[in-house]
T-cell receptor, first 111, second 113 residues
Framework: QKEVEQNSGPLSVPEGAIASLNCTYS??????FFWYRQYSGKSPELIMF????GDKEDGRFTAQLNKASQYVSLLIRDSQPSDSATYLC???????????FGTGTRLLVSP | ETGVTQTPRHLVMGMTNKKSLKCEQH?????MYWYKQSAKKPLELMFV???????ENNSVPSRFSPECPNSSHLFLHLHTLQPEDSALYLC????????????FGPGTRLTVL
């Protein structure tokens, strides 16, 4: 069973801090990795994807991938209360169209 | 708005009813997906369509019947559902090449009584 693991949280950080969200995956053949943000009662929204080892930055968001250790992380700098949501990690496995999702990490950013 | 729309947004149905969920994408994609999201569980892939041909059925019970008349439209026909089928049903689309970034519609919140 190919799995994607995330700590369910909640992860609580104060406004302005860096939030660090982590994800591990079991399939060494995984090729691309996605972070989705899901607000309560809404659908998942794609915020970043990464496919090469190292860091990828987009505004306040940085995705980090380490294939040898089989983990991917998302850093959110200068966290805002509007960042409070559940963050879903998804991994492309078993062929490029099948995404396997983690259960998500709930992030709470307090003013 | 992601360019993927779903109707209805909310649906309540009895176990003997027949209903359909509709999804439409305006992104020029050629792959479409149905997912189920239940509380405390990861998103579960149900079906994948490429160029309107089904390429993945993730062991979904036959009471769920998908239909994809073209690359822009996707339906999920529902009949004789069970209360445990109550969930958020999400449609997504992507190009069937590249890194497979999938974009989700707003979902249909289904309650089976």
């Amino acid at each position: 069973q190919k799995e994607v693991e995330q700590n369910s949280g909640p992860l609580s950080v104060p406004e302005g801090a860096i939030a660090s969200l982590n994800c591990t995956y079991s399939d060494r053949g995984s090729q691309s990795f996605f972070w989705y943000r899901q607000y309560s009662g809404k659908s998942p929204e794609l915020i970043m994807f990464i496919y090469s080892n190292g860091d990828k930055e987009d505004g306040r968001f940085t995705a980090q991938l380490n294939k040898a250790s089989q983990y991917v992380s998302l850093l959110i700098r200068d966290s805002q209360p509007s960042d409070s949501a559940t963050y879903l990690c998804a991994v492309n496995t078993e062929g490029f169209q099948k995404l396997v999702f983690g259960t998500g990490t709930r992030l709470l950013v307090s003013p | 708005e992601t360019g993927v729309t779903q109707t209805p947004r909310h649906l309540v149905m009895g176990m003997t009813n027949k209903k359909s969920l509709k999804c439409e994408q305006h992104l020029g994609h050629n792959a479409m997906y149905w997912y189920k999201q239940s509380a405390k569980k990861p998103l579960e892939l149900m079906f994948v369509y490429n160029f309107k041909e089904q390429t993945e059925n993730n062991s979904v019970p036959s009471r769920f019947s998908p239909e994809c008349p073209n690359s822009s439209h996707l339906f999920l026909h529902l009949h004789t559902l069970q209360p445990e089928d109550s969930a958020l049903y999400l449609c997504a689309s992507s190009h069937n090449r590249g890194y497979n970034e999938q974009f989700f519609g707003p979902g249909t919140r289904l309650t089976v009584l």
